[in-house]
């Protein structure tokens, strides 16, 4: 068992060397000429920048229902200051015997059902734009391991495994501290201006994969094949950071995404050169991070 250990650790000492000078070298060039903008902000509230169509959907319902939310608790305000000031016993001695007031019964049946009917008129279809999904230009297989995500571009056989930086290896990739926690060594490279279809699963537990600028998220689940589909603007060319979003285990924080969304041409270059020297990497580092991750 002992020497079973020692020997695990050494093939992941390995594993590790290896992977991590391949993987500088698909995210160094890349990294340099590309903006964080999918990231959160200390202090802020609100969406990360949306930058599909998908996102802007979901801002925009978002603004819907706080417009109707906050209509709604004005009006409902109102009416229990008029109740306070105009119904209280002091003013009504004598109080009124009747029990019922069918035109105000009939509204307050309808005015909620109408709500619900607005509310599902602006939800539902966005909610079957999510998802139907369309025809793919690019297709990733996105799988969460406890406690890494593995991509797998299908139509190009590509596969590499993505892992979380630590604080001291952050500078050497491109990132600062802001970054930490967010920032991979090597990230999935998508084209802007094309529809990207991500099949995601897992390998042992739930995971979710989810980027917040694009508006996407979905679970990983064992056995099971899930999709969800984005499409980067052209001009939003940059870094955007994501986080497993199912709670999978001790090193649940530990596993996040980082997305680079580069032009076309950039993204042909990328599959032409670097990434075809991720083809043999399947899987290499895998014996290292769970133990990593099982230290933490
Ligand atoms: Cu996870």
Redesign the pocket.
Known sequence: MALRKKLSGLWAALGATFTATMASAQTAGMREGLEIIGAPTPGATGFQPGVTAGAMDIHALDTLLHVMAALITLFVLALMVWVIVKHNAKSNPEPATFSHNTPIEVTWTLVPLLILVVLGAFSLPVLFRQQTIPDADVVVRAT?W??YWEYEYPEEGISYASYMLNEDELADYGYSRDEFRLATDTAVVVPTGQTVVVQVT?AD????WTIPAFGVKQDGVPGRLAELHFNVEPGQEGIYFGQ?S????AA?AF?PITVFAVTPEEYDAWLAGEAADFASLDGARAPQVIELAAAE
């Open positions: 969460g406890q406690w897992a537990v739930i995971h979710s497993c199912e709670l999978c285990g649940h596993m």
